[in-house]
């Protein structure tokens, strides 16, 4: 039984998802009539960015899918999952500071945690570092920069980092209260 309502909830979503991109193309059609000398870098961009996916995105799915079978949920509950604490924050940051790939690539990953148990403001936190934070972009930055600069900066998006998570993650969870209180899931 409950395999038909998620089959239900996931045609849902696929049909949202469909709605979606129409509107965005439709979107993108007027703006190319509207602006037709735009017309050859947009394509030329969009090509470009369908290249760089097709030949990325089918090892981050191999990855993900040897990480879902390789990596236990207790794993991931334990380091990541609602009682993990400061240690599951300090985690997230690491992982995400780490990679150097483009920010496609960690919503997937994200997928994964939160399907093996992640708290949900540790996937904030994880894919705000992975946009704002990476190791070898600091090295660079301190050069040109300043080291003064730099930790300045590094420490103030940490901690912001860290606040976005947790408030992100309160008002999700107000929001699912309030929805389950209204009947609706």
Known sequence: MKNIGNTKKNKKNMRKDYITMAVVLVIAAVLLFVFPQKASSVLTISRNYLVELVLVLPAVMIIIGLFSVWIPDQMVVKYMGHASGAKGIILSLVLGMLPTGP???AFPMAAALIKKGAKRSNIIIF???WACIKLPQELIEIQFLGIKFTFLR?????VFVIIMGIIIEKLIEFTDKKNIKAGRS
């Open 103 to 105: 920010l496609y690539i």
């Open 154 to 158: 590094l420490g103030l998006t940490i």
């Open 127 to 129: 894919i705000s570092a």
